[in-house]
């Protein structure tokens, strides 16, 4: 079963910057590289939605919501996937969960627990 363990959410003011964690402990190299990796939030009483996304050749996409703000990377070696996060807002208040996209562009696994992003003054 494939693990994805998220790190690094916490309480920020407004303006703050926060940078989020994703490993995949269990999956080796050969598998983690190939994949494109993803962030989605999920905020209250609202459905879960794509952050951004990057590709094994490193091309990434933005939500609307977060472009110019939010930067995604990853480290194949070390099999994780980060969520540079500045300029934070109230609305960006949620749980992220990192996951891979299949060819549909849908989650492939089961979700992880998340990290919980506060943005409050």
């Known amino acids: 079963q494939v693990q994805l363990v998220e790190s690094g959410g916490g309480l920020v003011q407004p303006g703050g910057s926060l940078r989020l964690s994703c490993k995949a402990p269990?999956?080796?190299?050969?598998?983690?590289?190939?994949?494109?990796m993803s962030w989605f939030r999920r905020a209250p009483g609202k459905e879960r939605e794509l952050v951004a996304s990057?590709?094994?050749?490193?091309?990434?996409d933005y939500a609307d919501a977060v472009q110019g703000r939010f930067t995604i990377s990853r480290d194949n070696s070390r099999k994780m996937v980060f969520l540079q996060m500045n300029n934070l807002k109230p609305e960006d208040t949620a749980v992220y969960y990192c996951?891979?996209?299949?060819?549909?562009?849908?989650?492939?696994?089961?979700w992880g627990q998340g990290t919980q992003v506060t943005v409050s003054s």
């Open positions: 990057i590709t094994p050749e490193r091309n990434v």
């Open positions: 996951n891979a996209l299949n060819s549909a562009k849908q989650p492939k696994y089961d």
């Open positions: 269990r999956m080796i190299f050969s598998v983690f590289s190939p994949l494109h």
